[in-house]
Protein backbone atom coordinates (compact mmCIF):
# COMPACT_ATOMS: atom_id res chain seq x y z
CA UNK A 1 0.00 0.00 0.00
CA UNK A 2 1.64 3.31 -0.78
CA UNK A 3 1.53 5.64 2.42
CA UNK A 4 1.15 9.55 1.20
CA UNK A 5 0.92 10.83 4.77
CA UNK A 6 3.85 10.87 6.75
CA UNK A 7 2.24 8.61 10.15
CA UNK A 8 2.53 10.70 13.09
CA UNK A 9 4.77 7.88 15.55
CA UNK A 10 6.76 7.45 12.62
CA UNK A 11 10.73 6.74 13.81
CA UNK A 12 13.47 8.62 12.21
CA UNK A 13 14.99 7.12 9.89
CA UNK A 14 18.55 7.27 11.48
CA UNK A 15 20.30 4.37 10.98
CA UNK A 16 21.26 1.81 8.43
CA UNK A 17 19.11 -0.80 9.62
CA UNK A 18 16.27 1.44 9.81
CA UNK A 19 17.20 2.87 6.21
CA UNK A 20 17.10 -1.17 5.00
CA UNK A 21 13.76 -1.57 6.52
CA UNK A 22 12.08 1.33 4.39
CA UNK A 23 13.73 0.09 1.24
CA UNK A 24 12.52 -3.16 1.25
CA UNK A 25 8.89 -1.62 2.27
CA UNK A 26 9.29 0.73 -0.64
CA UNK A 27 10.28 -1.75 -3.00
CA UNK A 28 7.29 -3.28 -2.41
CA UNK A 29 4.97 -1.19 -2.58
CA UNK A 30 6.03 0.41 -5.79
CA UNK A 31 5.62 -3.00 -7.03
CA UNK A 32 2.25 -2.79 -6.40
CA UNK A 33 1.48 0.02 -7.55
CA UNK A 34 3.39 -0.31 -10.75
CA UNK A 35 2.94 -3.46 -11.64
CA UNK A 36 4.66 -4.52 -15.04
CA UNK A 37 4.04 -0.57 -16.72
CA UNK A 38 6.46 1.61 -17.23
CA UNK A 39 7.60 4.91 -15.44
CA UNK A 40 9.88 7.79 -16.15
CA UNK A 41 11.91 10.04 -13.76
CA UNK A 42 13.64 13.47 -14.49
CA UNK A 43 17.03 13.14 -12.93
CA UNK A 44 18.91 16.10 -12.13
CA UNK A 45 21.76 14.36 -9.69
CA UNK A 46 20.27 16.38 -6.75
CA UNK A 47 19.67 13.87 -3.75
CA UNK A 48 15.85 13.75 -3.97
CA UNK A 49 15.85 12.68 -7.41
CA UNK A 50 18.85 10.30 -7.26
CA UNK A 51 17.35 8.51 -4.32
CA UNK A 52 14.05 7.92 -6.15
CA UNK A 53 15.83 6.33 -9.26
CA UNK A 54 17.38 4.29 -7.33
CA UNK A 55 14.63 3.05 -5.47
CA UNK A 56 13.13 2.31 -8.57
CA UNK A 57 16.04 0.73 -10.23
CA UNK A 58 15.97 -1.88 -7.42
CA UNK A 59 11.92 -1.97 -7.68
CA UNK A 60 11.13 -1.92 -11.35
CA UNK A 61 14.75 -2.48 -12.93
CA UNK A 62 14.42 -1.32 -16.63
CA UNK A 63 10.53 0.05 -16.54
CA UNK A 64 11.92 3.00 -15.30
CA UNK A 65 13.46 5.80 -17.98
CA UNK A 66 15.01 8.14 -16.61
CA UNK A 67 15.71 11.70 -18.81
CA UNK A 68 18.79 13.95 -17.52
CA UNK A 69 18.29 16.97 -18.92
CA UNK A 70 21.71 19.26 -19.08
CA UNK A 71 20.27 23.29 -19.45
CA UNK A 72 23.93 24.30 -19.41
CA UNK A 73 23.96 25.63 -15.76
CA UNK A 74 25.01 22.61 -14.14
CA UNK A 75 28.19 22.69 -11.92
CA UNK A 76 31.66 21.48 -13.84
CA UNK A 77 31.46 17.01 -13.68
CA UNK A 78 27.55 16.94 -12.87
CA UNK A 79 26.41 15.63 -16.06
CA UNK A 80 29.25 13.33 -16.36
CA UNK A 81 28.73 11.92 -12.57
CA UNK A 82 24.95 11.31 -13.18
CA UNK A 83 25.80 9.13 -16.42
CA UNK A 84 28.50 7.41 -14.52
CA UNK A 85 26.46 6.64 -11.73
CA UNK A 86 23.28 5.84 -12.94
CA UNK A 87 23.86 4.47 -16.63
CA UNK A 88 27.67 2.65 -16.19
CA UNK A 89 27.30 1.40 -12.51
CA UNK A 90 23.47 0.74 -11.69
CA UNK A 91 22.43 0.21 -15.41
CA UNK A 92 19.66 2.31 -15.45
CA UNK A 93 17.61 3.84 -18.57
CA UNK A 94 19.09 6.97 -18.92
CA UNK A 95 18.75 9.46 -21.75
CA UNK A 96 21.08 11.87 -21.25
CA UNK A 97 19.82 15.14 -22.81
CA UNK A 98 22.16 18.20 -24.41
CA UNK A 99 20.15 20.77 -24.05
CA UNK A 100 22.95 23.62 -23.12
CA UNK A 101 22.59 25.54 -26.53
CA UNK A 102 18.95 25.68 -26.83
CA UNK A 103 18.64 26.75 -23.12
CA UNK A 104 21.75 29.59 -23.52
CA UNK A 105 20.23 30.82 -26.73
CA UNK A 106 16.76 31.44 -24.80
CA UNK A 107 18.31 32.87 -21.78
CA UNK A 108 20.65 35.61 -24.03
CA UNK A 109 20.26 39.39 -23.11
CA UNK A 110 18.15 38.23 -20.04
CA UNK A 111 18.95 39.96 -16.93
CA UNK A 112 15.70 40.18 -14.77
CA UNK A 113 16.62 37.79 -12.15
CA UNK A 114 12.48 36.75 -12.36
CA UNK A 115 12.51 36.78 -15.75
CA UNK A 116 15.51 33.92 -15.97
CA UNK A 117 14.23 31.60 -13.66
CA UNK A 118 10.90 31.42 -15.89
CA UNK A 119 12.36 30.95 -18.59
CA UNK A 120 14.85 28.08 -17.32
CA UNK A 121 11.71 26.49 -15.48
CA UNK A 122 9.75 26.81 -18.60
CA UNK A 123 12.27 25.23 -21.18
CA UNK A 124 12.61 22.58 -18.89
CA UNK A 125 9.39 21.50 -18.73
CA UNK A 126 9.43 21.97 -22.88
CA UNK A 127 12.47 19.88 -23.23
CA UNK A 128 11.20 16.84 -20.56
CA UNK A 129 7.99 16.97 -22.17
CA UNK A 130 9.38 16.75 -25.55
CA UNK A 131 11.34 13.21 -24.40
CA UNK A 132 8.09 12.56 -22.56
CA UNK A 133 6.15 12.13 -25.82
CA UNK A 134 8.86 10.35 -27.83
CA UNK A 135 8.10 7.16 -25.19
CA UNK A 136 5.70 4.61 -25.68
CA UNK A 137 3.05 3.00 -22.73
CA UNK A 138 4.46 5.46 -19.93
CA UNK A 139 2.02 5.43 -17.42
CA UNK A 140 3.33 6.84 -14.39
CA UNK A 141 5.64 9.98 -13.48
CA UNK A 142 8.02 9.60 -10.64
CA UNK A 143 8.92 12.47 -8.68
CA UNK A 144 11.16 13.85 -5.60
CA UNK A 145 8.42 14.98 -3.50
CA UNK A 146 9.67 14.89 0.38
CA UNK A 147 8.21 15.77 3.73
CA UNK A 148 9.20 19.25 3.97
CA UNK A 149 7.32 20.16 0.78
CA UNK A 150 4.04 19.18 1.51
CA UNK A 151 4.17 20.75 4.58
CA UNK A 152 5.01 23.83 3.10
CA UNK A 153 2.58 23.98 0.12
CA UNK A 154 0.32 23.57 2.80
CA UNK A 155 1.02 26.09 4.89
CA UNK A 156 1.61 28.30 1.45
CA UNK A 157 4.73 28.65 1.77
CA UNK A 158 6.17 27.42 -1.72
CA UNK A 159 3.97 26.39 -4.61
CA UNK A 160 4.41 22.25 -4.76
CA UNK A 161 5.22 21.95 -8.86
CA UNK A 162 2.67 18.80 -9.05
CA UNK A 163 4.14 16.43 -11.88
CA UNK A 164 6.11 19.46 -12.44
CA UNK A 165 3.52 21.52 -14.38
CA UNK A 166 3.43 18.93 -17.15
CA UNK A 167 1.29 19.91 -20.31
CA UNK A 168 -2.46 18.43 -20.24
CA UNK A 169 -1.59 15.56 -23.04
CA UNK A 170 0.79 14.32 -20.88
CA UNK A 171 -1.07 13.45 -18.02
CA UNK A 172 0.53 10.34 -15.52
CA UNK A 173 -0.21 8.82 -12.06
CA UNK A 174 2.58 10.40 -9.60
CA UNK A 175 5.18 7.94 -7.78
CA UNK A 176 6.57 9.63 -4.55
CA UNK A 177 8.71 7.32 -3.23
CA UNK A 178 10.35 9.37 -0.67
CA UNK A 179 7.40 11.81 0.13
CA UNK A 180 7.22 10.74 4.01
CA UNK A 181 10.76 11.44 4.43
CA UNK A 182 12.36 14.64 5.49
CA UNK A 183 15.41 15.62 4.20
CA UNK A 184 18.16 13.46 6.17
CA UNK A 185 16.40 10.86 5.87
CA UNK A 186 16.69 10.76 2.33
CA UNK A 187 20.03 10.88 2.47
CA UNK A 188 19.86 7.98 5.02
CA UNK A 189 18.07 5.73 2.57
CA UNK A 190 20.40 6.72 -0.38
CA UNK A 191 23.44 5.75 1.81
CA UNK A 192 22.07 2.21 2.06
CA UNK A 193 21.44 1.79 -1.77
CA UNK A 194 24.75 2.69 -2.36
CA UNK A 195 24.85 6.36 -3.97
CA UNK A 196 28.21 8.45 -3.70
CA UNK A 197 28.61 10.53 -0.72
CA UNK A 198 29.09 13.75 -3.27
CA UNK A 199 25.61 12.81 -4.05
CA UNK A 200 24.18 12.29 -0.97
CA UNK A 201 25.57 14.65 1.34
CA UNK A 202 26.10 17.29 -1.52
CA UNK A 203 25.15 21.19 -0.43
CA UNK A 204 22.13 22.56 -1.56
CA UNK A 205 21.77 23.64 -5.26
CA UNK A 206 18.75 25.60 -6.82
CA UNK A 207 16.95 24.79 -9.70
CA UNK A 208 18.04 27.61 -12.11
CA UNK A 209 22.12 26.23 -11.41
CA UNK A 210 24.89 28.56 -11.90
CA UNK A 211 22.47 30.63 -13.87
CA UNK A 212 21.54 32.60 -10.70
CA UNK A 213 25.38 32.79 -9.98
CA UNK A 214 26.04 34.35 -13.30
CA UNK A 215 24.48 37.52 -12.35
CA UNK A 216 22.68 39.43 -15.37
CA UNK A 217 22.23 38.46 -18.64
CA UNK A 218 24.13 35.05 -19.04
CA UNK A 219 27.14 35.10 -21.33
CA UNK A 220 28.75 31.93 -22.04
CA UNK A 221 32.28 33.45 -21.49
CA UNK A 222 31.38 34.89 -17.88
CA UNK A 223 29.20 31.26 -17.01
CA UNK A 224 32.36 29.35 -17.71
CA UNK A 225 34.10 31.56 -15.28
CA UNK A 226 31.57 30.62 -13.03
CA UNK A 227 31.99 27.09 -13.57
CA UNK A 228 35.64 27.32 -13.23
CA UNK A 229 35.71 29.10 -10.66
CA UNK A 230 33.43 27.06 -8.43
CA UNK A 231 35.03 23.98 -9.17
CA UNK A 232 38.42 25.39 -7.96
CA UNK A 233 36.27 26.51 -4.28
CA UNK A 234 34.95 23.00 -3.93
CA UNK A 235 38.05 21.16 -4.89
CA UNK A 236 40.29 23.41 -2.26
CA UNK A 237 36.83 23.27 0.45
CA UNK A 238 37.06 19.12 0.14
CA UNK A 239 40.81 18.90 0.39
CA UNK A 240 41.08 21.26 3.47
CA UNK A 241 37.90 19.65 5.96
CA UNK A 242 35.17 22.65 4.58
CA UNK A 243 33.21 19.77 2.57
CA UNK A 244 30.13 18.55 4.95
CA UNK A 245 31.51 21.58 7.55
CA UNK A 246 29.93 24.47 5.82
CA UNK A 247 26.56 24.55 4.74
CA UNK A 248 26.91 26.14 1.29
CA UNK A 249 29.46 27.82 -0.81
CA UNK A 250 30.09 28.66 -4.01
CA UNK A 251 31.39 31.76 -6.89
CA UNK A 252 29.47 34.44 -8.89
CA UNK A 253 30.63 36.13 -11.07
CA UNK A 254 28.94 39.76 -11.91
CA UNK A 255 28.14 41.40 -14.85
CA UNK A 256 31.22 43.89 -14.29
CA UNK A 257 34.38 44.46 -14.76
CA UNK A 258 37.10 46.60 -13.33
CA UNK A 259 40.85 47.16 -14.52
CA UNK A 260 43.95 45.07 -13.39
CA UNK A 261 47.43 44.09 -14.75
CA UNK A 262 48.76 40.70 -15.98
CA UNK A 263 52.26 40.68 -17.81
CA UNK A 264 53.07 44.16 -17.59
CA UNK A 265 49.63 44.73 -19.86
CA UNK A 266 46.44 46.70 -18.52
CA UNK A 267 43.54 44.12 -18.13
CA UNK A 268 39.41 44.38 -18.06
CA UNK A 269 38.29 41.82 -16.31
CA UNK A 270 35.35 40.47 -13.95
CA UNK A 271 35.47 40.04 -9.93
CA UNK A 272 34.89 36.63 -8.61
CA UNK A 273 32.74 36.49 -5.86
CA UNK A 274 33.17 33.87 -3.02
CA UNK A 275 30.15 33.12 -0.29
CA UNK A 276 30.31 30.55 1.74
CA UNK A 277 27.15 30.26 5.02
CA UNK A 278 26.52 28.51 7.06
CA UNK A 279 22.51 27.67 7.95
CA UNK A 280 19.64 25.20 9.18
CA UNK A 281 17.04 25.80 6.95
CA UNK A 282 18.08 28.47 4.48
CA UNK A 283 15.55 31.47 5.55
CA UNK A 284 18.67 32.59 7.69
CA UNK A 285 22.16 32.37 7.33
CA UNK A 286 25.63 33.30 8.82
CA UNK A 287 29.28 33.93 7.04
CA UNK A 288 31.65 30.91 7.32
CA UNK A 289 35.37 32.47 8.79
CA UNK A 290 36.99 30.89 6.49
CA UNK A 291 41.07 30.87 7.32
CA UNK A 292 42.97 33.99 5.55
CA UNK A 293 45.62 31.98 3.97
CA UNK A 294 43.19 29.50 2.77
CA UNK A 295 41.45 32.74 1.12
CA UNK A 296 44.63 33.72 0.10
CA UNK A 297 45.44 30.26 -1.75
CA UNK A 298 41.78 29.95 -3.52
CA UNK A 299 42.15 33.51 -4.68
CA UNK A 300 45.46 32.65 -6.35
CA UNK A 301 44.45 29.63 -8.01
CA UNK A 302 41.18 31.33 -9.66
CA UNK A 303 43.79 34.51 -10.75
CA UNK A 304 45.71 32.07 -12.32
CA UNK A 305 43.23 29.43 -13.72
CA UNK A 306 40.27 31.25 -14.70
CA UNK A 307 39.80 33.13 -17.89
CA UNK A 308 38.61 37.01 -17.77
CA UNK A 309 39.02 37.49 -14.10
CA UNK A 310 40.97 40.35 -12.31
CA UNK A 311 39.75 40.14 -8.92
CA UNK A 312 38.54 37.95 -6.15
CA UNK A 313 35.80 39.20 -3.42
CA UNK A 314 34.45 37.85 0.01
CA UNK A 315 31.04 38.52 0.67
CA UNK A 316 30.90 39.22 4.22
CA UNK A 317 27.15 39.65 4.30
CA UNK A 318 24.82 37.47 6.50
CA UNK A 319 21.28 36.73 5.23
CA UNK A 320 18.86 38.70 6.30
CA UNK A 321 20.05 41.67 4.84
CA UNK A 322 21.55 39.78 1.57
CA UNK A 323 20.02 36.32 0.41
CA UNK A 324 22.60 33.44 -0.09
CA UNK A 325 22.24 33.47 -3.50
CA UNK A 326 22.67 37.11 -5.32
CA UNK A 327 19.53 36.88 -7.63
P1 LIG B 1 18.12 32.58 -1.00
O1 LIG B 1 18.97 33.10 -2.10
O2 LIG B 1 16.66 32.88 -1.19
O3 LIG B 1 18.25 31.01 -1.04
O4 LIG B 1 18.60 33.02 0.37
C1 LIG B 1 17.82 30.11 -0.03
C2 LIG B 1 18.17 28.70 -0.47
O5 LIG B 1 17.38 28.31 -1.60
C3 LIG B 1 18.20 28.04 -2.72
N1 LIG B 1 17.54 28.65 -3.88
C4 LIG B 1 16.81 27.98 -4.79
N2 LIG B 1 16.50 26.67 -4.89
N3 LIG B 1 15.30 27.11 -6.87
C5 LIG B 1 15.76 26.24 -5.95
O6 LIG B 1 15.51 25.04 -6.08
C6 LIG B 1 15.53 28.44 -6.84
O7 LIG B 1 15.10 29.20 -7.70
C7 LIG B 1 16.34 28.88 -5.73
N4 LIG B 1 16.79 30.10 -5.35
C8 LIG B 1 17.51 29.93 -4.23
C9 LIG B 1 19.54 28.66 -2.41
O8 LIG B 1 20.62 28.00 -3.08
C10 LIG B 1 19.62 28.55 -0.92
O9 LIG B 1 20.05 27.24 -0.52
Redesign the pocket.
Given at each position: MVVSVRPENMKRINTPELAEAFIAEQIKALREQIGNKKVLLALSGGVDSSVVAALLIRAVGDQLTCVHVNHGLLRKGEPEQVIEVFRNQMKANLIYVDAVDRFLDKLAGVSNPETK?KIIGGEFIDVFAEEARKLDGIEFLAQGTIWPDILESEAGIKAHHNAGGLPEDLQFELVEPVRILFKDEVRTVGKALGLPDSMVFRQ?????GLG?RCVGAITRDRLEAVRESDAILREEFAKNGLEGKVW?YFTIVPDFKSTGIKDNKRTYDWPVVIRAVNSVD?TSATIEEIPYALLGHITGRILSEVKGVNRVLYDLSP?PVA???WE
Open positions: RPFPGPVQAKTIE
